[in-house]
């Protein structure tokens, strides 16, 4: 049985754009090469070009460690990486009560955003596994 597309090779490269900012690592569920990337300008933009040519092998990882379900990926990060301090991503994942509160506190004052950063994607393979099993 093959595994399901859970990350999008064609959002990477979009976010590889910004990636001496370390978005496409941390879309790739790499939250600490994600931040040596955002605090050394992608490994002084060596290891930025470098990965124009890892991003194939970090989809097929991240498609591979992560559940697919009902809350896509995509659209998680996406929502998480321009309306984050909203909390948008957290309402469309469901979690209505941290979603307003991110919304009235700037993603509680940016911290939670910089927390779902690092572990978005293990929060949606939690909560796509939860649907499946009812």
Do not use: C
């Not at 957290?90 to 009560?97: E, L, P, S, T």
Request: net charge negative; glycine share 12%.
């Amino acid at each position: 049985m093959e595994k399901p597309d859970t990350h999008s090779k064609l959002f990477g490269y979009l976010l590889w754009i910004f990636g001496f900012l370390g978005s496409h690592r941390f879309y790739y569920g790499k939250p600490v090469t994600g931040t040596i990337w955002f605090f050394t300008l992608g490994l002084f933009f060596i290891g930025w070009i470098i990965d124009l040519f890892l991003i194939p092998s970090m989809d097929e990882e991240a498609d591979l460690r992560f559940q697919a379900g009902d809350v896509d990926y995509n659209i998680a990060w996406l929502l998480l990486t321009f309306l984050g301090i909203f909390g948008v991503h957290r309402m469309y994942m469901g979690k209505w009560i941290t979603g307003i509160l991110y919304l009235l506190t700037g993603g509680l004052f940016l911290i939670g955003v910089l927390y779902d950063f690092w572990t978005l994607n293990d929060q949606i393979s939690i909560r796509n596994q939860e649907h499946r099993l009812g």
